[in-house]
């Protein structure tokens, strides 16, 4: 029997945590999904979820189907801005200015720390003039939750670059001839690709559960559009939460498997380690006799 790692559970405590994590996680999934179950006249049967897909109701659901697609719009719009724009210049300032990086922390702590009423009465003036410039569509939206989530995309990026000693890859790249496109793609992206995961699972998941800023700006959301049909069929309304909460967790868990890096393990299940052979030094080959000058045979 092996003796425990100082500092690390058990595992049978490492299991009772999880075991109670998953309960606490589980017991809302399960109440949401009982109330969806229910019948007005007694008991439990499936027609709140077949209500969902009956095309005689489907025009008192059309402000639900308009709210997922605009959200499923907006989750993507937001994503591009985090992979395209937040990230080269979070590289960009770690690699070239990291004078900067104090002054660029602060800043992505704002929108933590400003409430969503403040952040509305600020984008207000802005989409005034985004909607005389390029119209009012939904898309527009996007620009307000690339600052929402600015903070967490950042700290999930930032992590792994500090963890992987960017600046000596990409110097390393660079030296050998790698542009600044091919050292972003090929060197960098590689090495956070759990960081950017995690963000883009969060980016997903703050996207599709917001509710303020869409409400206040007059935008119709899967959150805004959920408060509407609640009014008149709460089942449905919970019913699509639960789908979302479902969809969000198991996001979590491909993020989970396919973030971190891959282990070999040996038949016997623990983590194979290959360790070099030790090399015998060789003994040194005796020097060739010369004879000293002066002397004879």
Known sequence: MSAGIPGRPSPAAARAVVAVIGIVFLIPLVAMLEFTLRNTAGGHDLSHWAALFDPDKARGYRVLAQGVQNSLLLAVISLGIVLVLFFPTIVLVHLRFPRLQRALDLLTVLPIAVPAIVLVVGFAPIYRVIGQTFGSGVWTLALAYGVLVLPFAYRAIAADLTGMDARVRAEAARSLGAGWVTVLVRVIAPGVRRGLLAASLVTIAIVL???????????????????????????????????????????LLLVSATGGPPRRRSPGGAAEVRVAPPTTPRAAAPAPSQKEPGRGR
């Open 209 to 251: 559960g917001e509710f303020t800023v869409s409400s206040l700006l007059n935008r119709v959301t899967l959150q805004t559009a959920l408060l509407q049909i609640s009014k008149s069929d709460p089942f449905v309304a919970v019913a699509v939460s639960l789908i979302s909460l479902v969809a969000a967790f198991v996001l």
